[in-house]
């Protein structure tokens, strides 16, 4: 198996899982994001950028029977300021890796796409025939890549499972990083400072565990073969609700600072995950309250030590 962003905060679980299940496993990553302590010692490295050209060298070295893709630009504020340098790394960076796995006869890709696809709901819980109608070009640039899947399974007999995540969360996640509602609520307690929400709060997320993400990539490996799932928990949670739920962990009584929604947000997301149960056999194991704990008990830890 080879991970792409195997470095980085979702698939660096991914590999961890990957190795304790017995797999020999390879990351392939440019570590503009990811961190050299995220990457499981018995990993092969190859620190490459997925536009270089040495790319199909390396799965024509490496032989993997799946990839697994992760490698991204996932910063939907940079996507609005720099659409192209998104584009490129997640549209391009995604169809050379395909091509790459074309050469190197490689049986199955497992692609990470995102919630952002579906833009604003015109029903909920969101399931995958909803209409595709991304808010940021980073929603667009997670999407596109889902057609070259399909054409490049049709034409060169690549097999492919696209997983739609909802609101990943958990240990790892950068508190600098965009998607990380839950570790900025967590630095900033931890750092004394009051959270920050954009809006009123009473938008809604679909937040799903970062091992839970995991254990759907595992599931997809032998199934789901040419389809796309979302990988969610089915709930709905106001951004105020986790916020508490945060605070009580830390017996924490400041009062956040609420600013002005930020652009292309989405309003209200759930997503429906009754496809990845019945098709992966796949579940969420971890409540918000079990996800949040050890998130938090991790931040605590790292916080303490620097
Ligand atoms: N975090 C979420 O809530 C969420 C939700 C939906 C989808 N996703 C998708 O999951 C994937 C992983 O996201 P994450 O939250 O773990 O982010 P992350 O930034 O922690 O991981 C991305 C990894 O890709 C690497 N990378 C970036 N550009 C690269 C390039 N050009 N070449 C090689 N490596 C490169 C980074 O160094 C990093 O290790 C992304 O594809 C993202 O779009 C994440």
Not at 81 to 107: H, M, S, W, Y
Request: proline share 4%; aromatic share 10%.
């Amino acid at each position: 198996m080879l991970v792409t962003g195997g470095a980085g905060f979702i698939a660096s679980h991914i590999v961890d899982l990957l190795i304790e299940q017995g797999n020999h496993v390879a990351i392939l990553d440019n570590f503009s994001t990811g961190r050299e302590e995220f990457v499981n010692s018995q990993a092969v490295v190859y620190k490459e950028d997925i536009l270089d050209d040495q790319l199909t060298n390396i799965l024509l070295d490496f032989n993997p029977e799946v990839i697994i893709h992760h490698a991204a630009q996932i910063d939907v504020q940079t996507s609005i300021k720099r659409p192209a340098f998104d584009a490129q790394i997640n549209v391009v960076g995604t169809i050379k890796l395909l091509e790459a796995c074309k050469a190197a006869r490689v049986r199955k890709i497992i692609y990470a796409s995102s919630a952002a696809v579906y833009g604003n709901p015109i029903y909920l819980p969101v399931d995958e025939r909803h209409p595709i109608a991304p808010l940021s070009f980073y929603g667009v640039s997670k999407h596109t890549p889902e057609h070259y899947l399909e054409v490049f399974s049709q034409q060169f007999d690549l097999d492919y499972t696209i997983l739609r995540y909802a609101n990943v969360y958990g240990v790892r996640q950068d508190p600098k990083g965009e998607g990380g509602v839950v570790s900025m609520f967590i630095d900033k307690i931890l750092g004394l400072q009051q959270p920050i929400i954009y809006g009123d709060g009473k938008q809604t997320r679909d937040f799903i565990y970062v091992k839970d993400v995991a254990n759907a990539n595992i599931a997809a490996l032998n199934s789901g073969s040419k389809g796309t799932y979302n990988i969610s928990c089915n709930l709905q949670t106001t951004v105020n609700d986790l916020l508490l739920t945060i605070s009580l962990l830390y017996n924490h009584k400041g009062t956040p600072i609420y600013k002005e929604m930020r652009s292309a947000d989405i309003i209200h997301s759930c997503l429906d995950n009754s496809a990845a149960r019945r098709d992966l056999r796949w579940e969420p194991l971890y409540t918000l309250k079990d996800g949040l704990k050890e998130t938090c008990e991790y931040y605590s830890h790292h916080y303490a030590n620097g």
